[in-house]
């Protein structure tokens, strides 16, 4: 839901998938946590030295903001539980491609019962039209916050 869009000259990887009838494997779906909540724009999460994020433009406070700001409307729609938001993403992500399949990850044993049990009904095409309105403002307001964001967003999501 992060990814960048495809650029008129670029070759969208589901579309090329499907014209040579290969499947997809997602990872990142979840952003992180980012896109489910996990993270909190009013205390950023300290990471232990060497982890990949330490210092990660999306885990500054201004990035979650800008994140929080576009999981306010999907809670508005979807509702606002780390369950819900976790099916609106993998299914997102799933609805893109039928030979898609997503990897998520897990900490505990509550993670796995909520990403095993997640996918309820498909999301309707209003549905889908809500999430890309949402997650585009999301986009700009990263790109608005500065090249650093912007350029880690583009290189790491999923």
Partial sequence: MLSPLYAPDETDVFSFARRHQVGLLLKQVLGQGLL????SPSSP???PAGDHRQGGP???ATALRAIHAGLDQLCQRFGGGQADLTRVAVRYALQRDPNAVVLLGFRNARQIGSNVTCLGEPLSLEDIGAIQLAMSSVRDMLAASGPAISNSHQEHSA
Avoid: Q, S, V
């Fill in 36 to 39: 489910i909540g996990a993270r």
């Fill in 45 to 47: 999460m300290a990471f």
């Fill in 58 to 60: 999306l885990f500054t």
